[in-house]
């Protein structure tokens, strides 16, 4: 009796662990320890039918260290009947598969608490259905790439949910200023700031040499929203925020720019070339003051690209120099400019449409006979 009763808790125990709720996870092999993190969203070939198939957007790193400030390792599952959907910034496995299939999480038991799941996708071909397993490469290096075969230990993969304690995302802010410790991020999913004394900005107002900060004070921070993070200190472990699964509020006039991914490999080339005429990326002055200023190769990757997951912002060609943050009530939402007999009257947008109705005009940034004005 009692071998028949552990065998009937065992059946119902099993499918209940095995079972993924909607949320925000990691997922790391079992066998080399590294974790996914999706490094672009270029669709190459997506023929699960092929013998070769593209995995090149999913790589693998070494290291908590490696994913703890990255939203490209939290990955969000969703149940869709008997399969799910894994996505993370703004592409998901869906989408790679042209929108054909979904995959399957094949539970395979615990280690240390954490369920670990064989991952697969299957399709028919001629009426056999073929089906190609998830593996990790097999190197021991500290970045690698998934692919359908490999070692037999690869194939396996801890789906750890996110949370607060030893799988928490945090900021690791990139400027010390007079005022705290700052950082940007820019992710596909909402979420909310969980340590003390973190708030979230984004930028709705500039001028000549300065700009205006607009907090978000709604609990959930919109998704897919580049925003300023004012940090409790330089550790990302005070800095953390938690994904949730919900939407938050989206703002207007938002004037940061964001980028997911920063890829310069072949055949994935998704990056954004900065551009010293246009952009500026958060920094501090000689005073220790939080400002906007021109990028040093340093900040860039491969010297010429805004890091993956980070935010810089969106200025007119003829705002020069350094942007410095300025209260509300001090922003003066006008820029003056040298005007000659050449300037042209009137009102226009930035992108040089003239509006006709001036008196009429929407909250946003605007050109009046060679000025730069912000209508709120």
Known sequence: MKTLITAILAFITVPMM??????????????????????DDVITNVDINSSILDYNN??????????????????????????????????????????????????????????????????????????KKLYDGSSTREKDYVGDSGAATHQYWRVKPMNTTDNYIGITPTVETNDGWYGTIYASFPFKTVSEDMKVYYVDGVCDGEFRLQEITDDIKPAATPLIVKCSSSDAANNMILPVVGNGTAVSGNLLRGTYFDSSLRNHIRRVEYDANTMRILGKDDQGNLIFTTAKNSDLTNSAYIP????????????????????????TGIQNINTDATTRKGTYTLSGMRVEKSENLRPGVYIQDGKLVVIK
Do not use: H
């Not at 615990?110 to 071909?125: E, L, P």
């Not at 993956?308 to 943050?325: V, Y």
């Open 18 to 39: 095995a079972q993924l709720s909607e949320g925000y996870y990691r997922v790391q092999n079992n066998g080399s320890e590294r974790y996914i993190t999706i490094t």
């Open 58 to 131: 999913i790589t693998t790193w070494t290291g908590f260290d490696k994913v703890k400030s990255n939203p490209g390792s939290v990955i969000y599952i969703k149940p869709v009947n008997n399969q799910y959907n894994l996505a993370a910034q703004g592409i998901s496995v869906y989408d790679i598969a042209g929108g054909r299939t979904y995959i399957d999480m094949t539970y395979c038991g615990t280690k240390d608490g954490v369920g670990i799941y064989i991952i697969s996708a299957s399709a028919k071909s001629g009426g056999i259905s073929v089906t």
């Open 308 to 331: 993956k997951n980070t935010c810089w912002l969106q200025i007119p060609g003829w705002l020069t120099g350094d942007l410095k943050q300025v209260s509300r009530e001090a922003f």
